[in-house]
């Protein structure tokens, strides 16, 4: 259990390094098309239950980064 908590929150610094390299880049680069998957909330629902308050931080964290992306590319 303890090991699968330190991949989600692994998992979770990694999207948002990920979709902070991504806004840079899109901001630099024409991007046609895309496909970021934000696994973090996938997983924290898997092992902590739907709507759970892990599964709900990880929503949030998601969610952060999907506005990123919005207000950076838009």
Known sequence: TAC?????SD???Y???LCAVF???GTENEVDCT???FGCADM???HHGWMS???MKALKDS????????????
């Open 53 to 55: 308050e892990e599964y």
């Open 23 to 25: 806004a840079a880049f």
């Open 63 to 74: 969610w952060e980064c999907i506005d990123l992306l919005y207000r950076t590319l838009s």
């Open 44 to 46: 924290a629902g898997h």
């Open 4 to 8: 699968l908590i330190e991949v989600v």
């Open 11 to 13: 998992l979770c610094d």
């Open 35 to 37: 496909f970021l998957y």
């Open 15 to 17: 999207t948002r390094i």
